[in-house]
């Protein structure tokens, strides 16, 4: 199982990005899926996830300003960030999670600049 994660980039605040994250080597049949950034000197942290049946998770820090979204005929989770804030600043992995098996890609860096 693969999961490639394209999207980030550099953009000043307040501006929108929208990430990807592609599942090759595998049916869609994930349970769950996330999206996790890690800023430089800080844990990972939970962003978003999806479940299966469409059910969003959201941390508090995001509420309102990010959103994600499946599309299992193409095999890919979107994570939609609008009004960007330096804070969000970070390397963005996403995560899929079937059964007791968990999977993960490569990051995705986003730096907003203020």
């Known amino acids: 199982v693969q999961l490639q994660a394209s999207g980030g980039g550099l953009v000043q605040a307040g501006g929108s990005l929208r990430l990807s994250c592609v599942v090759s080597g595998s049916t869609f049949n994930f349970n769950v899926m996330g999206w996790y950034r890690q800023a430089p000197g800080k844990q990972r942290e939970l962003v978003a996830r999806?479940?299966?049946?469409?059910?969003?998770y959201y941390a508090d820090s995001v509420k309102g300003r990010f959103t994600v979204s499946r599309n299992n005929a193409k095999k890919t989770v979107y994570l939609r960030m609008n009004s960007l804030k330096p804070e969000d600043t970070a390397v963005y992995f996403c995560?899929?999670?079937?059964?007791?098996?968990?999977?993960w890609g490569q990051g995705t860096l986003v730096t907003v600049s203020s």
């Open positions: 995560s899929a999670y079937r059964g007791m098996a968990e999977y």
């Open positions: 999806i479940t299966s049946g469409g059910s969003t």
